[in-house]
């Protein structure tokens, strides 16, 4: 029997502990734990969906068991929402410095839940609350005790944003060649400079070398605050990430201009119509783009005759059958696979990063910021 009180994180706890190598890490391990062993011809099928795979071979992998959000309206009033997403993953590491002191390299299991409150009328009252508020449940994998509760708001950016750094790592940089990401310079473009796009920008210039920023904004003066807020802090960080030379940073007056000459693209909005066609990318394409839309349709930002020319990826195949309904293209796959088999995109492709989000995710790095939270107070 647990006799301890669950441990509660705040906001302040977690914020200060989350590190892009940790959080990337953690991530990563989702995306691969995702991707089910391709069993050979005769072998026995694998059992339910998300259970423990039992060939030899698969044994020793990874692996999620995640079922599909669940949402309960919360009064008769349907703006008012409480989403849930439990996950389960089994057999995963976390072998980075990040992961915090003595718990590296030791297999691991996390059963956890987010919930998500969706309050939107929550902007109107005084004063104002955030309409979206998100809190991680931890248990015991081994007892199904309830070990800490921690708040996951930030976590929900951070991971969303990060799962985009891996498919760029992976689908975009890994197509030149192993170090890639190390060596060479790319154009970004960001569009849309809401919370979730004022993460990327910052984090695609702390993790890559980026040569170019460009932002657009439907609001422009979002935009140049976003720039302001970087060029400042990139020039007064001692322990800077952004390499020798600082990016090029300029704000844009249409999506169009913003992308017309960029590697990468992420592209956050709650946008119905799409923001940029096929018309808008270089001619000479070897370009990636991370689609993080968050509007009634996931894939509205972008255009259909971009996607007709794209490889699609996604971060779990059986998500994206229940969410993405209509997506104007095939999936090519999961991005947990191309990290697993190296099987990169051509140095031409055109590729897109369908990001939806998952419990795993939520998961993995709940995980790691518990563990480096505990190794803090040793």
């Known amino acids: 029997m647990n006799t301890l009180a669950p441990v509660f994180y705040n906001a302040e706890s977690v914020r200060r502990v989350l590190n892009w190598p ?6 990563e391990a989702a995306l691969k734990a995702v991707v089910k062993p391709k069993a050979p011809v005769g072998d026995e099928p694998m059992d339910a969906i998300g259970s423990e795979p039992q060939s030899n071979e698969s044994r020793d992998r990874s692996y999620v068991s995640q079922p599909a959000r669940n949402v309960t309206v919360a009064s008769n009033d349907p703006s008012k929402l409480l989403l849930t997403m439990p ?4 057999n995963y590491q976390l072998t980075g410095d990040g992961a915090g002191g003595d718990a590296s390299n030791v297999a691991r299991s996390t059963l956890a839940c987010k919930v998500v409150t969706s309050f939107r009328s929550n902007r109107l009252l005084q004063p104002p609350l955030p309409s979206i508020n998100a809190n991680i449940l931890l248990f015991n994998a081994h007892t199904g005790e309830l070990e800490a509760l921690m708040a996951g708001t930030d976590i929900t950016t951070w991971r969303t944003v990060s799962a985009s750094l891996v498919a760029t790592k992976y689908l975009y940089f890994r197509r030149f060649g192993p170090r890639a990401e190390q060596q060479l310079g ?4 960001v569009v849309g400079c809401g919370a979730q796009g004022q993460l990327h920008a910052a984090a695609m210039c702390a993790n890559f070398r980026v040569d170019k920023l460009t932002l657009y904004n439907r609001t422009q003066i979002r935009a140049v605050q976003l720039a302001n807020e970087l060029r400042q802090r990139m020039a007064h960080d001692s322990d800077s990430c952004y390499g020798p ?5 300029k704000v844009c007056g249409s999506a169009g201009e913003a992308v017309a000459e960029a590697d ?8 119905k119509e799409p923001l940029i066609r096929a018309s808008d990318l270089r001619k000479k394409r070897s370009v990636h783009i991370n689609a993080v839309g968050a509007g009634e349709v996931h894939f509205g930002e972008v255009s259909d005759d971009i996607y007709q020319e794209s490889l699609v990826y996604v971060d ?3 998500n994206a059958r229940h969410e993405l309904v209509g997506l104007p293209a095939p999936i090519a796959g999961e991005v947990g696979d191309v990290i697993i088999n190296g099987n990169y995109p051509d140095e031409q492709a055109l590729t897109i990063f369908q990001s939806m989000g998952m419990a795993s995710e939520d998961a993995c790095v709940a995980e ?11």
């Not at 996950?87 to 089994?90: D, I, L």
């Not at 990468?264 to 946008?271: R, S």
């Not at 790691?368 to 040793?378: F, G, H, I, N, P």
């Open 186 to 189: 790319i154009n970004v473009a």
């Open 368 to 378: 790691a910021v518990q563990t480096a939270l505990l190794s803090c107070d040793k």
């Open 316 to 318: 779990c195949m059986e």
């Open 22 to 27: 940790m959080v990337n890490e953690a991530v």
């Open 245 to 249: 030379k600082l990016p090029d940073i």
């Open 264 to 271: 990468v693209i992420c592209i956050a909005t709650y946008a």
């Open 87 to 90: 996950a389960f993953v089994g």
